[in-house]
């Protein structure tokens, strides 16, 4: 294909307002690129550091929001599941479900994703090589679907940080799947003693250019008009008004790479 | 307490003929020694690397082998859980339930198995620092249960290795909970091409012993009689022949150091 | 500048017919792409891993080489240094100093190479972050040489691996020299058994191309006419042939990235 | 050998009271409790990350000083030496030539101390593993000296932190000379931002315990009356007072592990 494609919204469905105005406006900056998008919240939250977090506005009413935004601006979205008895219901409202990292050696949890027929992201675990993700991803085709991705999400880097192995975009494409770069999650610094995973969010841009020009997919961004007040992973998401000129060179890295 | 305590027996429960031997022998060692048993087997295995590992013999033929173990050698038994609907189940046959690395982070896990009142043993994630476990803990006492372990199974160390830090037996207590060393899955090889996890078993007294010297509470030892027809984690396993002069050496050592 | 610069040739002098080959076509690549060009070759190998690594064909046989390919194709040539004493006299031959990754922090041999008058090369230490890199361009600049480089070539990643953190291209960036990623070395599988230092030369254009799309001012590429018989990183070095599609891409990516 | 032997001092040699303070206090505690002694200190400092930091109060004053030692309290001295043509020298001085972890791999370094025939302690590089050591050590012993000692002083794990892995004590025994563990260096906090490298001394008795239970050789452990106001290193100098204590127990370690 000639173009990436988009995995992008804001961590976490926070409300209508939120999520309704985030796919308003990346529909509208996708659509002008020619960029095919996917929107991505999370309807809840089951793995924060801290049992303090906040964790959802609560599973229906954030499901049901997210197939609104499908409804009115014609787009896939995503949300993340951390059980496999969470499937089949978020299966009804979304398009593709998400396997967190963590979680992505999970058998019961990526058979009963693979059973909704939905397309299955899988990220990669930050313990796990991209040449191992092959046994993650069969799980899924065993179960009959073969509509796997894999995310690169970064990997530990000592405690309190994360690398990114670009060699894990060829390496994960040997598996024959659509490969995508988490560039939010991708630069959280984890382990503080706050409790609250810290970030890096003026390198997603550093991430982002290097996994187009490596070969990558699709990318993911978190986004959100004002990170500041985010209610999760504010320290590392993209201000949405930053992301049309990153998506602006992001398409012409792309082109370098295709003409060739 | 004078003595360290000891979780120890085969990686997951193949039969009978197994658990029954181990946990005679194992318990006989310990009690001549003066040690504390807990008799340790999985039930069921839900996080294997490739699908075509083998998962368990059912889970109530292998939860009812537990509680024969249980009231035959009256020694308390362990499993673990990979799914918050699996903890009241288990918690029926079981004395601890123990929380999969991978998973130490799952909210609804830690605080399903700690409404079922039973200790709740959580294995540090590769990817996680012992001050950073504190929360891990606090998921459990906050749903009311304090009957809370740590323990340490090293760290992701490049992708096919890794590398236990005993900084963390220390760091670990200062929560107020007991510490553990595990001695089996720390010396994992993960990510091997084959999908098959390796490892090291000749330094398994290595770590056993630089963990006692450090201030564990406690040490995880899965050993099978024959570890090269273990049906999993072969690769790591303690001959069982080759226990009872390492729990000696062990027992010195610990006194070693309470003597000062 | 419009376009990245190259470092690149053999990784040791061998002799003048390899030194002249690589040069003559190298040189004659870079001219028609526009890429500014400096020939590359070790006239010494002091830290090789095992005893038995071949290490050169004596100091001044090799430096005279590198003068005769700087004069022959009017393009200024570098080699690195190892100890303080090498330095001036090494400077009468070349017109860059590179220093060492394991050097990195030796204050005698960077004050040395600062005291030559010649640019000074610094490859970033496996160990070094690219922030912490300040102080090792500091110490140069401390001399009175303002013509310092930059180069990562990789972090170590458990013991038998490189990863390499493109974060450090914009972190290096800011202490106002110019960045340049070595394609050959941190691609290197460090620690093998054998004593002979592994590889992954299949990845040199992902490192390469991730490099010039986050902002890399140079390359490093280690390239031979048959790498399968070279005397020191066969492993890793770039096929001769393979080197200039390669650059063709680099430059499309270098233009799209400027032109925003 | 039933003890272990004990090689200490401050980081770099301050000055005469320093030093004389230090050997007198350490070798008196080390003859009560049968540890065989090397005082140790640097008669200069020349890798520090910083150029503004102390480098010592000149070569010959420090060196001759070390020969007081020496003579005053009739043990081996040991100081680290960074370029071979300061091993002739150093040699004339003291007992031990140390070389720096970051310098492991240096061929001109090891031989040039090598044929000095003094013993030769070779710091393991942060990026080395305990196996690949092998190389080094036989540098030393192809330029005819098998006095080689290997030390462990912690591994890269992030950017700014050391791991110690205890799986090198056993690996680097293999090799067949005496192995030491560094319970200073290891605990370093490395690529801090201020250029000062920082530390965490109260976990030096916890690398020291876990060493000599593993069977370590020898600890390297650097001590100063006051680290506070030390001149180099003071964020991981064990305070004077609390070397005795710590030796105790170690005592009673090591007989805990020859006895069996």
Redesign the interface.
């Known amino acids: 294909p000639d173009s990436f494609f988009l995995i992008a919204g804001p961590c976490v469905v926070e409300g209508e307002a939120l999520v309704m105005g985030v796919a308003e406006k990346v529909s509208g900056i996708c659509k002008n690129l020619g960029i095919p998008y996917v929107f991505k919240s999370s309807y809840k939250k089951?793995?924060?550091?801290?049992?303090d977090s906040f964790?959802g506005i609560g599973d229906l009413n954030a499901l049901q929001l997210l197939k609104q935004v499908k409804e009115t601006y014609h787009i896939p979205v995503v949300s993340d599941i951390?059980?496999?008895?969470e499937a089949a219901l978020a299966a009804e409202y979304v398009d593709m479900l998400q396997i967190p990292a963590?979680?992505s050696?999970?058998?019961?949890l990526l058979e009963a994703a693979a059973r909704t027929g939905k397309t299955v992201n899988i990220k990669k675990?930050?313990?796990?090589?991209g040449?191992?993700m092959?046994?993650a991803a069969?799980?899924v085709k065993?179960a009959g679907n073969e509509k796997v991705i894999l995310t690169e999400r970064g990997?530990?880097?000592?405690?309190?940080?994360l690398?990114?192995?670009?060699?894990n975009?060829?390496w994960m494409k040997e598996h024959g799947v659509p490969v995508v770069m988490d560039c939010t999650h991708s630069l959280q610094q984890?382990?503080?003693?706050s409790?609250v995973t810290g970030g890096?969010p003026e390198?997603i841009g550093?991430?982002a250019?290097?996994a187009?020009?490596?070969?990558a997919d699709g990318l993911f961004i978190e986004t959100h008009p004002n990170p500041a007040i985010a209610k999760s992973d504010g320290a590392n998401m993209l201000k949405l008004d930053y992301l049309e000129?990153l998506l602006?060179?992001l398409v012409?890295?792309r082109?370098?790479?295709i003409?060739?």
Chains 1, 2, 3, 4 share one sequence.
């Open positions: 089951a793995n924060r550091t801290s049992i964790t951390h059980a496999h008895e963590f979680l050696r999970q058998t019961d675990g930050q313990f796990l090589s040449p191992s092959k046994f069969d799980k065993h990997n530990t880097f000592g405690y309190q940080d690398v990114v192995d670009f060699r975009i060829p984890p382990n503080q003693t409790g890096n390198l550093t991430i250019k290097a187009i020009a490596t070969g000129p602006e060179q012409k890295i082109e370098a790479i003409s060739t």
